[in-house]
């Protein structure tokens, strides 16, 4: 997403493993996509909604969601511009805090709250209120305060917002995670190239058939509609950041019926490829 940013205020990862970022980008949808960290989401502004396994829920302005490790997820952003603090936090090096991590799972979504739990949540979203202050005041140490307020975060989640309903992580789950972001860095790689089911199953040395299942298991839709995705994507930002006629983007980025890219750009976006030409994001 590099050359759809406005303004971007990056961390890089501590020793504790996390990853702290202050990002602004223009609207439009983020494809499938996942990380080996778990992902705090904070909306500071605009409105969105994150996709999980089919499911959709809305990220309302200065509220805390959560993404686990290994969750495929997408996002729709539905503002001309959208502001977020994103949190990366790596299990595996906390670890000798608190043994066991790894196979403990958080769920925490504001539209799915428990009465019991909203106390301690709208506690949460002060605290990183006050995260997001401290960043705009560019106050001496913040990095270290906000390590500290990330840790402080994690034990409060795992202990308000445990997911018991999700079962820990098997060997089978480890081996599908790793052929999944296999794919998705194929595809990343090659979406301007012709990429068929063929071509995709045996990067990971499966049937035809067996891929598609596989892939739609774990990631809750079709290989061929995950590459779309991803094509429109790109073409969505080369036609916020280039002077290409729409049929050259179109091509680019491995796209070749006009008809049908109209059609699939329109369900995704809500508006036709030209309309984006005509409105472009604010700087």
Known sequence: MSDQVIHEAFHRTSPLGIQIVFHTTPGGYVAPHWHNEVEILYPLNGDADLFIDRQKHHLPRRRITVVESAQVHSVSYHD??????YIHVSKDLLEPYLPGITLRRIHCMPDELEPEQEDEYYALCTLLSDMVRLYIKDAPGFL???EGMTLQLMARLLRTFPADNLTPISEND???????????????EHFAEPISLQDA????GLGREYF????????GGSFLQYLTEIRLTHSYRDLQNTD????????KNGLTNQKRFNREFKKLYGCTPSSVRKNPPAN
Not at 201 to 204: E, G, K, R
Not at 212 to 219: L, M, P, Q, V
Not at 244 to 251: D, G, K, N, T
């Open 144 to 146: 270290l305060e906000a």
């Open 174 to 188: 480890h081996l599908a995670v790793e052929r999944i972001r296999q794919i998705m860095s194929y595809v990343e």
């Open 201 to 204: 199953a045996d990067v990971l």
């Open 244 to 251: 290409l006629p729409v049929s050259e983007v179109m091509e």
């Open 212 to 219: 598609c299942r596989f892939f739609r298991k774990h990631t």
């Open 80 to 85: 001309r511009t959208s502001m977020f603090l």
